[in-house]
């Protein structure tokens, strides 16, 4: 699979004119300038991390203006007298949603949208008694925080990227029924409740993955079993990382919750990788690019994108030089003689998608107030910044420390994946398992630093890392 169609560039005057957009509603409406305030503070994001979408004033902003950002129309259900959706697919950007009927008096931003996992959840945090629009555990809900213009909007969704409270294309597919809800509290408790300890049968803990996942997309459609799928995996990598539990603390501090996820890293084995690949694209996801950083690297990479939820999947395995130019990720490859680091990890803790958890979930921060704030609040590090660019910059929290199972040990001190001397390390000290990665972006950068990547893979070796 090529790169070409992936060779992410920035776009500063779009991230610009976002920001002038900001800048209004800051200087206009007092509860969002206090609220932004508390961002910083209590949970170390800044308003960008969290927008969903800004409405913009159609007798202000033409669409030339947008175009020349690079921002495209999009068509379809969203389309309406009063509302013209524009997307921006090179950029990590919010959509720009224009009314072309508003009068030239009104200000160029009409409203900023930020997005929450639940509604409730953030009106209780934040004290206030608004009400929402939209059902309960539906598609899309909405509520204004602080009228304006410019407003202020808070929106939570699920499997749906478009506009309306009541979709007429969900009514029409048979999936916007009375039972919605309860399909969703059902779905989700399936995928809750799944296997994952398949050890030495891997195989089938993916057979059972994708007859559970296929399921799921009978009952609620493929979209929202997605979206439900990715809040378990979440909840389940959290559950085995305090990093994770601080910020989501800090984060839920405002009623956010998870919703600033840039993306979500698994580790698969080469055997099983292309199972993977599957069950994702089952769910919808689509390949985007793929990586390897140079012949000794080790390690490769397939980049998955969802078209409706946004979720990213950053898919790790060992990969050597010459498969890259495979399709590895529709190919069984046979497990290298001794594994790389990625491998090694499987080998310790399981599969990502089945016993193992997330790797990382990336979200995205203020670089410096999160790192800060983690350490301040929670004692929590961060590791040295394996990206710092003007325009990106990542760094791993200290790496959680699991105990491995020994039953894991000893089928791989048989293989000859480690050593004796290996083998009783990881059975007293256990092995690093996860982190949380703090990204921050700008420009609207939307790729990844792959040197840096496989720098960090490097330093994350469990065979290099001294714990305890």
Not at 101 to 123: H, K, M, N, Q, Y
Not at 403 to 414: F, Q, S, Y
Request: net charge negative.
């Amino acid at each position: 699979m090529s790169n070409t169609a992936f060779a992410w560039r920035r776009w500063p005057e779009a991230d610009q004119f976002l920001g002038a957009r900001y800048a209004e509603l800051l200087s206009q409406n007092a509860w969002a300038s206090d609220f932004v305030n508390r961002l910083q503070s209590q949970t170390g994001t800044t308003l960008p991390d969290w927008v969903d979408h800004v409405q913009i004033n159609g007798g202000r902003i033409s669409h030339d203006v947008l175009r020349e950002l690079g921002f495209k129309p999009r068509r379809g259900e969203d389309s309406s007298p009063t509302r013209r959706v524009y997307t921006h697919p090179g950029a990590d950007l919010p959509k720009v949603v224009v009314n072309p009927t508003t009068s030239a008096d009104l200000p160029v931003c009409l409203g900023v949208a930020i997005r929450s996992e639940s509604l409730s959840a953030f009106l209780a945090a934040n004290q206030s008694h608004k009400t929402i629009q939209g059902q309960p555990l539906g598609p899309y809900r909405e509520v204004i925080l602080a009228d304006g213009p410019p407003a202020l909007m808070a929106i939570e969704r699920r499997g749906y990227d478009g506009f309306d409270v009541f979709p007429s294309s969900l009514v029409r597919a048979g999936q916007f029924t009375p039972q919605r809800a309860r399909n969703t509290l059902e779905a989700r408790e399936m995928w809750q409740t799944r296997q994952r300890n398949w050890i030495g049968n891997e195989s089938a803990g993916f057979d059972h993955s994708e007859t559970v996942a296929k399921r799921m997309i009978d009952l609620v459609g493929q979209d929202l079993a997605c979206e439900l799928v990715f809040e378990v995996e979440r909840e389940y990598w959290q559950s085995k990382n305090k990093a994770a539990s601080a910020q989501k603390f800090r984060q839920d501090r405002l009623g956010l919750g998870w919703a600033n996820h840039d993306h979500h890293t698994f580790r698969c084995s080469r055997r099983n990788f292309h199972r993977l690949i599957s069950v994702l694209e089952l769910l919808g996801f689509r390949l985007r690019e793929n990586f390897h950083a140079g012949e000794n690297a080790g390690w490769g990479a397939q980049i998955l994108e969802h078209p409706v939820t946004g979720i990213v999947i950053f898919a790790d395995l060992d990969l050597q030089a010459d498969e890259l130019q495979t399709d590895f990720s529709h190919t069984s490859l046979e497990p290298l003689p001794r594994p790389n680091t990625v491998g090694l990890w499987v080998a310790l803790h399981g599969e990502s998608f089945l016993e193992g958890g997330m790797h990382h979930l990336e979200a995205q921060f203020d670089f410096e107030l999160a790192r800060e704030g983690l350490l301040h609040e929670s004692h929590i590090e961060t590791m040295k910044p394996f990206s710092d660019f003007p325009f990106l910059r990542q760094a791993f929290t200290k790496g959680e420390v699991w105990p491995v199972n020994p039953k894991r040990i000893e089928i791989a001190l048989e293989a000859g994946w480690i050593t004796s001397d290996e083998a009783q390390k990881f059975a007293t000290q256990g092995a690093i398992g996860s982190h949380l990665e703090i990204l921050q972006r700008k420009e609207g950068y939307k790729g990844f630093n792959q040197q840096a990547v496989s720098a960090i893979l490097g330093d994350t070796d469990p065979r290099k890392v001294q714990v305890g």
